[in-house]
C-alpha cells in the first residue's frame, strides 16, 4: 500500500486529490496539509467526504509529512512549491508538484512568473509529466512536474499533427475556455458569482503563463522554437476546457491522413480518446474524469484540432495519480476508472 501526503489539500485541486486518493486501492492517505487555523477533519472542510475520508488536515509539519509517505503531492500555488519539493527528495520522497516551479527553464520561469527560482538543483531532475508524450522519461523518475491545464489540453489537441508534419509550425492560434475552478480556489472580484455568470470574457492574450509551457512542448513535438498564439477565456462553468486549435494543413494532407496520425499517435493510450471522422469532442463527456476527448477536422485548407478535458482531474489532480501510478509500478488506470 502506497502511502501519500497532499499538501495543500484545500484548494481545488487538493480536495480532487483526496477524492481520487480516497478511491484507490493502492493508496493510503497519509497526512493532509494546508493553512488552516486549527486541525480539522477533511470532512468538515468538505462534507462531500464525511463517511468516506477519516483524515486531519492541519498545518505543514515537515517531519510527519515525511514520515507518512512515500509520495508527496504539492497542490500548492506557483512560486511556492520549490520551498516544499526539496524538503521530500531530501528524504528520498517521490514527488509529484502540481505548479509550474518545475516545468521551465530558470530563465524562462523567472521572467513568465516574476519570482527567482530556488531550487535551482531539483529543477535538473524534474521529469515533465504528460504520458502520452514521455511515459518511458517518467517510468524512471522520483520527482515530476506535473503539466498545467491548458497545456495538457493544447498539447494533446495538436501534438500528432506537428509530430508527422501534417501542418505548418508557423501561424498556430489556440482558442481556449476554461471553468472558474481553473483560476484556484481564493477570493477574486473578477470570480465572484455576480461576474462569471451569464458572462464569457478573454483574458491575458500573448501574457498568460501557460504560454512558453506550450510553446516548450509542441516545440519538442516538432522539433524547433515555437510562438503560438494562446488565447484563454473564462467561460461561466465550474470545470472543463475546450480547446480549439487552428493550423494550416500542409500541402496535399487529407482527412484521411489526419485520422490515421491520430489513431496512430493516440492508439493505445488509455486516457486519450480519439473521436475520428471529423467529429469533435463536448465538455460534459469529460467532466469529472481522466480523459482527453481529441477531434480533428479539415476546412478550407485549416485543420481544426479540438479537445475537452476536465481542468480539475486530466489538467491536474487526475494526471497526478496518472503520474504516481507510473513511477510506483502500478496499472496506469487504477484509481481513475
Avoid at 497542490?75 to 518545475?102: C, N, Q, R
Avoid at 508534419?165 to 498556430?172: C, D, N, Q
Avoid at 480556489?185 to 498568460?208: P, Q, W
Avoid at 516548450?216 to 484563454?232: E, K, S
Wanted: proline letters at 5%.
Amino acid at each position: 500500500m502506497i502511502k501519500a501526503s497532499v499538501v495543500g489539500a484545500t484548494g481545488y485541486t487538493g480536495e480532487e486529490l483526496v477524492y481520487l486518493l480516497a478511491g484507490h486501492p493502492g493508496v493510503e492517505i497519509g497526512s493532509l496539509s494546508a493553512i488552516v487555523d486549527k486541525p480539522t477533519n477533511i470532512s468538515d472542510i468538505f462534507p462531500r467526504f464525511k463517511g468516506r475520508v477519516d483524515a486531519v488536515c492541519e498545518r505543514f509539519d515537515a517531519r510527519k509529512a515525511v514520515d507518512s509517505c512515500d509520495v508527496a503531492f504539492l497542490a500548492l500555488p506557483h512560486t511556492v512549491s520549490m520551498e516544499f519539493a526539496p524538503i521530500f527528495l531530501k528524504a528520498g520522497k517521490k514527488v509529484i508538484d502540481l505548479s509550474a516551479d518545475y516545468r521551465l527553464p530558470v530563465s524562462v520561469y523567472e521572467k513568465w512568473y516574476g519570482k527567482k527560482h530556488t531550487d535551482r538543483e531539483n529543477l535538473r531532475r524534474a521529469v515533465y509529466g504528460l504520458p502520452e508524450l514521455y511515459r518511458s522519461e517518467i517510468k524512471g523518475a522520483d520527482f515530476i512536474a506535473n503539466p498545467g491545464c491548458y497545456p495538457t489540453s493544447v498539447v494533446l489537441a495538436a501534438a500528432p499533427l506537428l509530430k508527422y508534419k501534417l501542418a505548418e509550425p508557423e501561424g498556430i492560434i489556440a482558442d481556449v475556455k476554461s471553468g472558474v475552478t481553473g483560476a484556484g480556489r481564493k477570493a477574486s472580484l473578477g470570480l465572484l458569482f455576480a461576474e462569471v455568470a451569464d458572462n464569457f470574457k478573454a483574458y491575458k492574450i500573448g501574457t498568460h503563463q501557460h504560454s512558453p509551457e506550450i510553446n516548450q512542448q509542441l516545440g519538442r513535438t516538432a522539433g524547433r522554437d515555437m510562438d503560438i498564439l494562446f488565447v484563454p477565456h473564462v467561460i461561466p462553468t465550474r470545470r472543463g476546457i475546450l480547446s480549439t486549435v487552428y493550423l494550416k494543413a500542409k500541402k496535399g494532407v487529407t482527412q484521411k491522413d489526419i485520422d490515421g496520425a491520430y489513431a496512430k499517435f493516440y492508439g493505445d493510450e488509455p486516457f486519450v480518446r480519439f473521436l475520428g471522422g471529423g467529429a469533435v469532442p463536448e465538455l460534459k463527456d469529460v467532466l469529472c474524469a481522466n480523459f482527453c476527448d481529441v477531434g480533428v477536422k479539415l476546412a478550407a485548407g485549416t485543420i481544426v484540432a479540438v479537445s475537452a478535458i476536465d481542468n480539475l482531474t486530466k489538467g491536474a489532480a487526475g494526471q497526478a495519480v496518472q503520474n504516481m501510478n507510473i513511477i510506483c509500478g502500478l496499472e496506469e488506470k487504477e484509481g481513475l476508472m
